[in-house]
Structures are given as C-alpha cells and as structure tokens.
Antibody, heavy 118, light 107 residues
C-alpha cells in the first residue's frame, strides 16, 4: 500500500522561504519510472502542478513558478522536499504530494494547508 | 504550457448520466487522467489513460477522448458522486497540467 504525507509549517510570512517534506512508504524512488510530484490548491480554486522529481533525478518545474522552486529527493529516507522562495499571500493553499508512475498521480497525500500572512 | 477547459458545473439527477468535458488543442493525441475530489479531501484518480479505471473504482466511471475533447462519464449517478472533477494531461514537454475543474451536483 502506497502512502504519502506532507509536513511543514502551517504559517509563513511574506518573503520567507517555504520548505515542505513529503514522506512516503510502499514504493521506492529508485524504481524505474517512479516520480513524486507536488500540486497545490488555493482555497476554492483549481489544482496547480508545481514540481515533479523522478527516480533518475530528472526534475521538472511549472514554467510560471520555476524561478522560485527547488525539488530534491532523499531515497534512503523516502522523502521528497520542495522549497518555494519569496512567499506571498497568493501562495496560500493546500499543498499535496503524490506518487506518479505512468498512470497519473495516484495516490495523493492528505495535503497540508499553508497560510502566508504577516 | 497547455490549457484544459472544463465547464464550471454539471447538475444531474440520481440514476442519470453525468458527462464532464475537458477541452484542449488536439487532446485526442494525449492520454487524459481524471480525478475526483470530495470536499475537504485529497483528489483520487478515477480514470487514467483516457478510459482505464484503477482498482476499486466502480465501472460506472468511464472515459473517452477524441479530437479536441475528452469526456468523463458517470453512469447511474449516486449522491456520493457529488464532487469536483479535474482532468489532467502531459504536455509536449512532459509536464503535467490540470483542467479548470467541474463541480458535479447531484440534484
């Protein structure tokens, strides 16, 4: 059974850097084809893909946010970390991580709500 | 990037069929995935690769994709199907993009 769980601060101040950790079980990020993605959802709005990292360390970023994002993995710890710089109130959202292996994002973590406010 | 357009809302009576469209330029040439998101919950994959269902997803959920439109069909709609639904594709750069989302209301 694959499970993922997001962790990190629930409140960050404008201009600060957000660091989120996705801790997973039930699969290995060293298995060919496997990836872990980050997706966010502002309150009442649609899903927005942020970043994706694959088993071979291939990294992909949303074109609109690329300059602010960094995604890394620690295969030994079964973790994927996302950092987003220069946070703004418009970045207030629920942040999800999800497993990806050729068939779309499945499953997803429960999500973590991050509020950006001074 | 790649733009995917969905109707904001679809209403359907119990027992009837709901069809949710996802429009995109030549989307028929891409594989489309569909997600169901109930209030306060994380999205769940209900259809992948246009028309395949993950294990545990009822046969009432089906998909099709051709030309510029992909469609998620929910047959014999139940109250428990009330949720937001999102389509997703991989663009030519192998980046994933989500649709605008459709709220399905069961009357």
């Amino acid at each position: 059974q694959i499970t993922l769980k997001e962790s990190g601060p629930t409140l960050v101040k404008p201009t600060q850097t957000l660091t989120l950790t996705c801790t997973f079980s039930g699969f290995s990020l060293s298995t060919s084809g496997v990836g872990v993605g980050w997706i966010r959802q502002p309150p009442g709005k649609a899903l927005e893909w942020l970043a994706l990292i694959y088993w071979n360390d291939d990294k992909r970023y949303s074109p609109s946010l690329k300059s602010r994002l960094t995604i890394t993995k620690d295969t030994s710890k079964n973790q994927v970390v996302l950092t987003m710089t220069n946070m703004d109130p418009v970045d207030t959202a629920t942040y999800y991580c999800a497993h990806e292996h050729f068939t779309g994002f499945d499953p997803w973590g429960q999500g973590t709500l991050v509020t950006v406010s001074s | 990037s790649y733009v995917l357009t969905q109707p904001p809302s679809v209403s359907v009576a119990p027992g009837q069929t709901a069809r949710i469209t996802c429009g995109g330029n030549n989307i028929g040439s891409k594989s489309v995935h569909w997600y169901q998101q109930k209030p306060g919950q994380a999205p769940v994959l209900v259809v992948y690769d246009d028309s395949d269902r993950p294990s545990g997803i009822p046969e009432r959920f089906s998909g099709s994709n051709s030309g510029n439109t992909a469609t998620l069909t929910i047959s014999r709609v139940e109250a428990g199907d009330e949720a937001d639904y999102y389509c997703q594709v991989w663009d030519s750069s192998s980046d994933p993009f989500f649709g605008t989302g459709t709220k399905v209301t069961v009357l």
